[in-house]
């Protein structure tokens, strides 16, 4: 998930906003204790006054050196936190009022170097407060030094991870080039989100077209297969032209991303050359108990039973992970589609003849029947393969 260039820009950085001296056996580590309701204290505390607090940290920006994470007995690990992640780092911090502060972080989910402007309040205790929760705590703040504590995260079963962080005060060259690199405003990211009601999208002919509802920015939309469709963009109009059965679309701007799945039931876009698969049946039957029977006029069980398919003698191989199915669109004559995902090749009954079209079936007359075309689907979203299907009802 992480590149070797991500990798590299976070080593850079944390080169910049670090001693060059990482002697760790010269840090004087605090101690810490845990109340009842499992949050991190500090042993012993010096309150800093608003006059202080003022003076020596308002105004300025400030630079993460180090972040030891605080052990469940109190104690310091000695190793820096940050030493052996990619992909996250430390938080740099401009504490631009005695209301406001930025955040500057690097947030791996978009993935984006950007701010979030917080409003928060000086308490007692050494605590900025922003809507009730700790920024963080200071510990200390001696010339250009400044300790905190601070919350470093949640583990996988809710337990939060608390650091003792040492920070350097920057200068004002320090802080503008932090500016300029984080640059996003975190606070104003919006989703990557289109008109398209259903996804997937069954359309009836070759062509379709949706709008772009929200986005960061410009956009861009591109398809998983090359050469699957033709994608013009108007403003935030997208429109989209299939030239096979099957399109995966994914949508991206600055920070965001979506998914757009896009099948057909215009005959001249189904497959031909393909034929690889065979399904348990082709044609099954059911009576008035609405029963299911095989051709050799077995009961097959509507709860337990499944359509397989199974590749034809001559296909081995890779091509058969290159058109493994994991969905299908049965389509009745009328081209009403649904789509179905599958389960290693596998496709309740169930799914394929929901209760209502066995309810429909049986209310007619006998010898009445269904007939589908069942359109396999590959991972990456094309329809490669149409298989036959009908169901016929004998009193």
Request: hydrophobic share 30%.
């Amino acid at each position: 998930m992480h590149t070797k260039r991500l990798t590299d820009i976070l080593l850079v950085f944390l080169c910049i906003f670090c001693f060059t001296n990482c002697d760790h056996d010269d840090v004087n580590f605090p101690t810490f204790t845990f109340n009842e309701n499992g949050e991190c204290e500090p042993a012993s505390l010096t309150p800093i006054s608003s006059a202080r607090f003022e003076e020596a940290v308002v105004g300025y920006g400030w630079k993460h050196v180090h972040t030891y994470e605080i052990n469940p007995d109190g104690t310091c690990q000695t190793q820096d936190y940050y030493q052996d992640m990619t992909g996250t780092g430390p938080t740099q911090y401009y504490v631009e009022s005695n209301s406001s502060l930025k955040k500057y972080m690097y947030i791996d989910a978009y993935p984006a170097w950007g701010f979030r402007t917080v409003t928060y309040t000086f308490s007692d205790g050494n605590r900025l407060l922003s809507n009730q929760n700790t920024v963080f705590q200071i510990l200390s703040v001696n010339g250009n030094t400044m300790e905190i504590l601070d919350q470093l995260g949640v583990r996988a079963g809710g337990t939060e991870i608390y650091g003792y962080s040492i920070y350097q005060r920057m200068t004002n060259q320090e802080v503008e080039e932090v500016q300029k690199t984080y640059h996003t405003d975190l606070s104003d990211v919006h989703e990557l989100t289109v008109s398209v009601q259903e996804n997937p999208l069954i359309i009836s002919g070759k062509e379709t077209e949706f709008d772009v509802l929200s986005s960061n920015g410009p956009f861009t939309f591109k398809p998983a297969r090359e050469g699957s469709c033709e994608i013009t963009s108007q403003g935030n109009h997208v429109k989209v032209k299939l030239l096979s059965n099957g399109v995966y679309l994914t949508g991206y701007d600055r920070l965001r991303h979506c998914e757009v799945v896009i099948f057909s039931t215009d005959e001249e876009l189904e497959p031909e050359g393909t034929d690889i698969y065979d399904f348990t049946y082709t044609e099954i039957t059911v009576n008035q108990e609405k029963k299911l029977f095989a051709p050799d006029g077995h009961e097959i069980s509507y709860d337990l039973g499944s359509m397989e398919v199974t590749p034809r003698k001559e296909y081995t191989g890779s091509i058969l992970s290159q058109y493994a199915p994991v969905a299908l669109l049965a389509v009745d004559t009328n081209g009403q589609a649904r789509y179905l995902r599958m389960n290693s090749g596998k496709i309740s009954f169930k799914d394929l003849l929901p209760q209502e079209v066995l309810d429909q079936l049986t209310e007619g007359t006998d010898g009445a029947s269904l007939t589908y075309k069942l359109e396999l689907i590959t991972p990456d979203c094309e329809v490669f393969q149409v298989l036959p299907f009908k169901i016929t009802y004998k009193k």
